[in-house]
């Protein structure tokens, strides 16, 4: 059974930061993609940051580009997603989510086949 575990957020000032991880277990994960994404309510899941299979090249939303930093470590089976000077606008829930090919890296939710049940982030002012 594929699992993604995502853990770290809560409640932070405006300036603040918090660290995401995502576990991953039951599938592959050094050869896919990682992606964070992440849906406020009312609105549309949107993309944050990907991260290609080997770590090598990332990819950002240029709202959180210089603020965001995706990571991950192949041996753990885990991605990251250290967010600093956070903002009101970061308020919303975020998921990670595993590459549905090997070896691509995609911003759409339908480049995606596994995702996790998402965790809560709310930035105050």
């Known amino acids: 059974q594929v699992q993604l575990q995502e853990s770290g957020g809560g409640l932070v000032q405006a300036g603040g930061s918090l660290r995401l991880s995502c576990a991953v277990s039951g599938r592959i994960f050094s050869g896919y993609a990682m992606g964070w994404f992440r849906q406020a309510p009312g609105k549309e899941r949107e993309f944050v940051a990907a991260?290609?299979?080997?770590?090598?090249?990332?990819y950002y939303a240029d709202s959180v580009k210089g603020r965001f930093t995706i990571s991950r470590d192949n041996a753990k089976n885990t991605v990251y997603l250290q967010m600093n000077s956070l903002k009101p606008e970061d308020t919303s829930d975020y998921y990670c989510?595993?590459?549905?090919?090997?070896?691509?890296?995609?911003?759409?939710?339908?480049?995606?086949?596994?995702w996790g049940q998402g965790t809560q982030v709310t930035v105050s002012s």
């Open positions: 991260i290609k299979s080997r770590g090598g090249n990332t």
């Open positions: 989510a595993a590459g549905a090919r090997p070896f691509e890296l995609g911003v759409r939710p339908n480049e995606y086949s596994d």
